[in-house]
């Protein structure tokens, strides 16, 4: 490496692999995930920062080269792939002398290899590299431990992002080899179909199967291209869909917050168009209110009234009473006899009853009727009966609770809201927003898109059966002149089946291959005796098995980690050819023993590890003591300045630093 | 005899109180609020003095359509009985003061309005 990040200047590391493992040690922001990427961006032309996102050349090259006005940086990789040896070189430098290079654009990028001392036309030399270890699985070899997320993605995704790198580990496996020679099958037969056709069309009686059948072939060159561009249109939404992903996983947080932020902005809406029903409701109720204000008043003066009115009415009666006795005494002492018997009333009792009349009339001239107040109180009543309740104050009490309530779930929305706001400052809302719809969009075009290569492929499916329907009605026709090529195009369709059914046959096996494997290091670095196995799934994602059959739904990020671990080991124990793998922090999140568990298995893993690792994840002396016959060689990060790293060998096997 | 009031009214300032009230969104009216402070003055026993400065606002007509706060005010107060309007621009004076104040203390609420009668009057 040189003047590549934090490494100023020219750094070399060498792996010899006498022994399988070198230990890259260094502390965290010193560099370790710089030696990933200088493998990656070397590899592919691309160094990714911790959001998974490509890192600007312009931060690939080393600040205090900068500061020199040096704004180149180049990798080398020396690399043996059987027994060819390579040499891959990719620099940059400003595309202009003398310029001070700020954007991409800005700087040329040269790439270099050679073969056996060969140099390979620049233009071959991506695509050899990606044949030779695809980017989309170059995550199973370039292990990020802090980026295990990334990997639950890689393995369990079941929606069709994941048939890329599913078809990727297909061609590592050596699925190529096989879907080749069906290419190559493909292309003999329909060169055969040609002949046929061409040789007879001279015969009259089959020439109106050759015109057919040609017109058959033409749909399925047709169809055959339509399925390529449908195919090429799905790989690029699937690429667009990834890259959107990867930005919504590191906005995931965030874009949950938009979304609880818009319920709450919603549920605040809400309370507030309660709150102004409850207010019209309750002006509506005021307006009427002040009766129910004043009904207790009234109805105390009503009782008033009513006593007083009362007392005048028996006033009355007894008037009435008086006037009657009065009368009847008249009547006596006039007429002289007994009101009661009709006989002559005695005459010793005349003064008695003179004097009881003398009683009444003094009586009735006592007793006074206001006549006037008796109407005023009769009119007062009927007035402030009137005045009935309106149910103002129930209704008010409960609008008004209501409204409390309201106010208090209001205020607690308000807070949260402004809590979340304050969260969300800084982020651009409007993008994640923008990227979710845009994923949606693009989900939705990809499940057309499938559904029309489905669609195209049962048309070919159906024309290609038309197709060999043709050939064997004109070899039929045009007699024993065909027989030959009839039977070269009959070797070719059974070779192609054959072909195919040992494409599905292979990919049945390399699953139970790779399942069986990926279980047999998985047994020897789990530390749960309850997990029996592990299982994998279409897209080469692997499941948990414990006791009794059941899956294992949820993993921890240990339990992630030796999953990922034994997906690549039994990935490399069967692809064509064995890769180095290369750890960055691969004990993180490992306890001690599920670490002593990785350490022993290692050499098994591949032929060749790098460990990127700091102190805090690996005992210098315990750990690597245990592994001491297995490493190759060790090297330590050395921390020279703020922005400058160093890297020494380093000896502490044999008794150094 | 003096006739009685065709128009009734407030003071300048209990004119700004209820129509701070109104702006407030207590009242969907000037009218709502003014009958209302005639009710709370007349439940809490509450009356402003004789010789207030009030300018006209409402129309009798309009604040008392079917006479019923005339008859209630003549039948609730003797005094009242010569000139009832005027008597209840002294009851709703009152009364919006009372608002007001409970309204400036972050004290009305109405379901303690309706509560048990607290004449003022009778108080001190």
């Known amino acids: ?295 207790p008043v009234v109805s105390q003066r009503l009782e008033e009234l009513r006593n007083e009115q009362s007392k005048y009415i028996s006033s009355l009666e007894h008037i009435g009473e008086l006037h009657a006795r009065l009368k009847q005494i008249e009547k006596l002492l006039f007429e002289r006899l007994c009101p009661l018997c009709g006989q002559s009333y005695p005459e010793n009792m005349m003064p008695s009853a003179e004097r009881d009349r003398g009683e009444i009339e003094l009586s009735l001239e006592n007793v006074q009727l206001d006549q006037d107040r008796l109407n005023y109180i009769g009119d007062a009543i009927r007035k402030l009966s009137k005045i009935t309740t309106s149910g103002a104050a129930a209704a008010l009490q409960q609008i008004e609770e209501n409204t409390r309530r309201s106010n208090v779930n209001l205020v607690g929305l308000e807070t949260k809201r402004d809590d979340i706001q304050r969260k969300l400052e800084g982020h651009d809302q409007a993008l994640i927003a923008e990227n979710r719809s845009r994923h949606n969009q693009l989900m939705k075009r990809l499940g057309t898109i499938e559904e029309h290569i489905k669609e195209k492929q049962n048309q070919l499916q159906r024309l290609k059966s038309e197709a060999a329907d043709y050939r064997n009605k004109i070899g039929q026709t045009a007699g024993p002149q065909l027989t030959r090529l009839n039977r070269e195009l009959n070797i070719y369709e059974s070779l192609i089946d054959i072909y195919t059914g040992a494409v599905e046959h292979l990919k049945r096996q390399l699953k139970v291959d790779i399942e069986v494997d990926a279980t047999r290091v998985f047994l020897k670095l789990t530390t749960d005796p309850s997990y029996k196995k592990l299982q994998i799934n279409e897209r080469y994602g692997l499941t948990i098995i414990r006791e009794g059959d059941r899956e294992v739904p949820l993993r921890s990020a240990g339990a992630e980690q030796i999953v990922a671990l034994s997906l690549i080991s039994a990935l490399n124990m069967n692809a064509v050819r064995r890769a180095p793998i290369i750890m960055d922090t691969p004990f993180g999140r490992l306890d001690p023993t599920h670490r002593a568990n990785v350490l022993k298995v290692l050499s098994n893993m591949t032929h060749q590890v790098v460990l990127l690792v700091h102190s805090g994840e690996i005992d210098r002396g315990a750990d690597i003591d245990r592994i001491s016959n297995q490493i190759d060689s060790e090297y330590a990060i050395e921390r020279l300045s703020g922005v400058r790293s160093g890297i020494q060998k380093s000896s502490y096997l044999a008794g150094g630093t | 005899m003096t006739s009685d009031a065709v128009t009734v009214g407030l003071t300048a300032e209990a004119h700004d109180d209820l129509q701070r009230l109104k702006d407030a969104g207590i009242f969907g009216d000037m009218l709502d609020g003014y009958r209302f402070a005639i009710g709370l003055a007349i439940r809490r026993g509450l009356i402003a003095p004789e010789d207030l400065k009030a300018s006209t606002i409402f129309n009798v007509g309009s604040l008392d359509r079917d006479g019923l706060i005339k008859d209630m005010v003549v039948t609730l107060f003797h005094e009242a009985a010569a000139r009832p309007y005027a008597f209840a621009e002294r009851l709703a004076e009152a009364g919006v003061k009372e608002l007001i104040q409970l309204y400036d203390s972050g004290q009305l609420r109405f379901a303690d309005l309706f509560g048990p009668t607290i004449d003022k009057s009778k108080s001190s």
């Open chain 1, 1 to 295: 490496m040189t003047n590549f990040m934090p490494f100023y200047g020219r750094h070399a590391i060498e792996f010899t692999a006498k022994r399988p493992v070198t230990v890259i040690y260094g502390e965290n922001m010193w560099g370790k995930t710089t030696i990933l990427n200088a493998f990656r961006w070397v590899w592919y032309g691309t160094a990714l920062d911790r959001f998974k996102n490509n890192i600007a050349k312009r931060r690939l090259v080393n600040w205090d080269a900068v500061d020199e006005r040096n704004f180149s940086m180049q990798v080398d990789l020396f690399f043996l792939v059987d027994k060819d040896e390579f040499q891959l070189s990719r620099k940059i430098q400003p595309k202009y002398e003398e310029s001070i290079p700020e954007r991409d654009t800005d700087f040329e990028e040269i790439l270099f290899l050679t073969k056996n001392d060969r140099s390979i036309k620049t233009s071959d030399i991506q695509p050899l590299m990606n044949g030779l270890l695809p980017l989309k699985v170059s995550d199973f070899f370039l292990f990020d431990g802090e980026q295990l997320d990334e990997y639950e993605q890689l393995l369990l995704d079941p929606d069709s992002q994941s048939s890329l790198i599913q078809d990727s580990i297909e061609d590592i496996l050596g699925l190529p080899a096989l879907t080749n020679a069906i290419k190559d099958l493909g292309v003999n037969h329909k060169e055969a179909a040609k002949r046929q056709r061409s040789l007879a069309a001279k015969d009259r009686a089959a020439k109106s199967y050759v015109d057919m059948a040609e017109r058959t072939e033409a749909a399925i060159d047709n169809t055959e291209m339509d399925l390529q561009q449908l195919a090429e249109q799905r790989n690029t939404i699937i690429r667009e869909i990834q890259s959107i992903d990867k930005s919504l996983r590191e906005t995931a947080g965030i874009e949950s917050e938009i979304q609880r932020l818009n319920d709450i902005q919603s549920n605040i809406k809400q309370l507030r168009d309660d709150l102004t029903r409850l207010e019209d409701e309750r002006k509506r109720m005021l307006a009427g209110g002040w009766v129910d204000l004043v009904t």
